[in-house]
């Protein structure tokens, strides 16, 4: 099974920027599907954006589509999560998933 190790998250006020990182052990994304979800204090987990490992080909939910983008890198085994535009209501522990391998989660919070 694929171990993934989220890191990135950060304080940052709004309007800024952050870049989350999932780097995969135990064996490589292959043809994989991967996803990043976030989940804030007292809500579900929620969707943010997910790529195919083989073609690159990425989805958004609504609520980042054009401020977010998800990209990955072969050579390191690794999905990006570029955030720009943060917004508070982007606060969230953010969590990355393939198969049913999640990540510990790293924390994102933005100042207003």
Known sequence: ???????????VQAGGS????C????????SSV???YRQAPGKDREFVATITWTDGSAYYSD???GRFTISRDRAKNTVY????SLKPEDTATY???TFTSWGQGTQVTVSS
């Open 23 to 30: 780097a995969a052990s135990g064996r490589t994304f292959s």
């Open 95 to 97: 969590y990355c998933n």
């Open 81 to 84: 999560l570029q955030m720009n």
């Open 63 to 65: 609520s980042v589509k």
């Open 1 to 11: 099974q694929v171990q993934l190790v989220e890191s990135g998250g950060g304080l």
């Open 34 to 36: 991967i996803r990043w």
């Open 18 to 21: 952050l870049r989350l990182s």
